[in-house]
């Protein structure tokens, strides 16, 4: 059994990575760039190319693999379809899909039509259905955090149920190595709290021992002020739209599956504050 791990530049795919390396379960990494992938990692991880853009690489990218962590990338011209199509025929026999939390409401976004996808294909699939990353806080809400101390991010008063992705990439390796137990099922993952970032700016400021701020800028505020320090204006849309249902106070839901699935409590952000908090001092 030989598992492909896409997404591994992201924050839950490298974190896949890393938990099957420690169970020496068969994998391969896919990327777009191997020779920069190498660079990085040295042979620390087997990397093989794949670009969703570009059918060509499909084939190889799925030679001798069984089962696939699959993520949906950034970028354009992106074939989904035939990458499913392909793994089907390749004799692919299950896919864990990193989803997003309350996707059955959300059918104009990717993962609502990926789901359809891949339930269509026939191919066996347990869907993550994961909340707010804690991870973006050392992502794209690092750089101020950094350079301003502060919390910069168009959420309103909204709390939203932060989830640490090394527990994602738990459930996901669990699910990859026993597929009969989660076969055709989906797991939404969140933390076991419900924060607004007012808390997670106290929060950090008492672990960090340094005064954070929560900025609660407007929408208008937030794409003026990014844009006027060089941000590219399709990123800055992103990132106000995945903050809209957190300020709409759509975000907050808290679901325990991934303590069924884990038998332990999920990641508190305060643990991983206190794991992380060298990055932002």
Known sequence: MTILVTGFNGKVGYEVGVKLKEMQTPFKCAVRNVERARERYGSEFDFVALDFSKPETFGKALEGIHEVFLMYPPGDRIEFEAFITQAKQKGVSHIVYLSVKDVQFMP???????????????????????????????DFLYKELKERKRIFVPAGKGKTSFVDARDIAEVAVIALINPAGHRNKHHVI???????FYEVARIMSEVMDMKVDYSNPSVKEFKDYMISTGNDESFINVVAGIHIPTKLGLAKGIKDDFEKVTGRKPSSIRKYIEDYKEVWL
């Open 190 to 196: 969140t933390g076991n709290e419900a924060l607004d």
């Open 108 to 138: 104009f976004i990717h993962h609502f039509k990926n789901e359809k996808l891949i339930k269509k294909a026939g191919i066996s699939y347990t869907f993550l259905r994961a909340g707010y990353f804690m991870q973006n806080l050392n």
